[in-house]
C-alpha cells in the first residue's frame, strides 16, 4: 500500500506573491497559485456550489472591488497537524485545507505544467 500524501510534512511554507511555495520534507517543492486555491476550496459551500449548473454570463456584470483584485491570502493559520485554514482577500474565510489536498492538489498542477501524467 503507498503511503499517503499525509506521511509527508510541509518543511516550509512561504507567500511569495501570487503563489503558496510548500517544501516538503521529501524534498518535493510546490508552487499553488492563490487563486488555485481560492478557486478549489474544499468547504461545504464552495464544492456545492462547485456541482451546481453554470448560470449564463451576466452581459454587464457587476463587481464588487475586491473580485476586480487578484486573491491574495488575509490569513493562515496551522489547524493542528494536519491542515490549514486560509483566509481569502474576497472574504472568504471557510476553507481548511488539509495536507492531504495540498499535496494532491501541487501534485496534479505540476503534471499539468509539465505535460507529463
Known amino acids: 500500500m503507498a503511503a499517503s500524501a499525509s506521511s509527508q510534512l510541509p518543511r516550509s511554507l512561504r507567500n511569495a506573491g501570487d503563489v503558496l511555495v510548500i517544501e516538503w520534507t521529501d524534498g518535493v517543492t510546490h508552487r499553488l497559485p492563490w487563486s488555485e486555491l481560492r ?3 474544499p468547504c461545504a459551500s464552495c464544492r456545492t456550489e ?3 449548473p ?11 472591488p475586491e473580485e476586480a483584485a487578484p486573491i491574495r491570502p488575509t490569513a493562515m493559520q496551522p489547524m493542528g497537524h494536519y491542515a490549514y ?13 488539509t495536507l492531504d489536498f495540498l499535496r494532491q492538489l501541487g501534485t496534479d498542477l505540476a503534471s499539468t505544467d509539465s505535460g507529463t501524467a
Open 54 to 64: 453554470s448560470p449564463p454570463p451576466a452581459l454587464l456584470p457587476v463587481i464588487r
Open 85 to 97: 485554514h486560509i483566509a481569502f482577500s474576497d472574504g472568504h474565510t471557510s476553507g481548511i485545507y
Open 50 to 52: 462547485r456541482e451546481q
Open 39 to 41: 478557486k478549489r476550496c
